[in-house]
C-alpha cells in the first residue's frame, strides 16, 4: 500500500502552467489523477466530475503534476479536492502510469509517438466530501458504478484504462465471474 501524503488543501485551485512538469523523455505533461472510492473493503462504485470543458461529460478528478509537489500522489490528492471537494482520503494503491491516447495539438506529422500527457493514477478511498471546494460553481460531482463510469468515460480511453485498474472493477470482474 502507497503512503498517502499529507497535502495542505486551499480555498482556491490553480491555474495555468508555469509550474507544470514535463517528462524529460518525451516532453508530455505529467498528469495526476484519482479514482475515488467509497472507503469500504470491496468498493462497487466510483466518483466521477463534469469535465471543465464539456460540462455535459464526465472525467475523473485530475490535473496538472507541479514542480513544487514531491510526488504525484501529492499532485492527485490537491486536484482531487480542487476538482470534487474529497478530502482526508487514503491512497489504496498506485494504478500506474497512461500515456494520453490522443495526439497532441503542438506535434508535427511522424511524432505521433509522443503522447500528449502521461497519467499518474491512484485509487484513493474518500475521506470525508465537503459542499464547498475550489471548483464547486464550475463542476459537479457524482458517484457512479463503475459500469455506469465506464460507460460514462468512453470519450476518454486513457480514463477507462485507469477506472479498469481500480479495485472497483476488479470487483466487477469477480461478481461477474461467479455469477457465470
Given at each position: ?39 469500504h ?8 466530475v ?19 509537489e ?12 480542487e476538482?470534487s ?9 498506485s494504478?500506474?502510469?497512461i ?18 500527457a ?5 485509487e ?9 471546494f475550489p ?46
Amino acid at each position: 500500500m502507497t503512503e498517502t501524503p499529507v497535502v495542505a488543501l486551499e480555498a482556491t485551485s490553480r491555474v495555468g502552467r508555469t509550474k507544470q512538469r514535463y517528462s524529460a523523455d518525451t516532453g508530455a505533461r505529467l498528469v495526476a489523477g484519482v479514482v475515488a472510492t467509497r472507503p469500504h473493503p470491496n468498493p462497487t462504485e466510483v466518483m466521477l466530475v463534469t469535465s471543465a470543458s464539456h460540462p455535459n461529460r464526465y472525467v475523473l478528478p485530475k490535473g496538472g503534476w507541479e514542480t513544487d509537489e514531491a510526488t504525484p500522489e501529492s499532485a492527485a490528492l490537491r486536484e482531487a479536492w480542487e476538482e470534487s471537494g474529497i478530502r482526508d482520503c487514503r491512497i489504496v494503491r498506485s494504478l500506474g502510469t497512461i500515456e494520453d491516447a490522443r495526439r497532441a495539438k503542438h506535434l508535427k506529422d511522424g511524432d505521433d509517438h509522443i503522447p500528449r500527457a502521461e497519467y499518474w493514477f491512484f485509487e484513493c478511498a474518500v475521506g470525508e466530501e465537503c459542499t464547498e471546494f475550489p471548483e464547486s460553481n464550475e463542476r459537479s460531482r457524482v458517484w457512479m458504478s463503475v459500469e455506469q463510469a465506464r460507460e460514462a468515460l468512453q470519450w476518454r480511453p486513457e480514463l477507462v484504462r485507469a477506472l479498469e485498474r481500480s479495485t472497483a472493477w476488479e470487483n466487477l470482474s469477480k461478481k461477474t465471474t461467479e455469477a457465470a
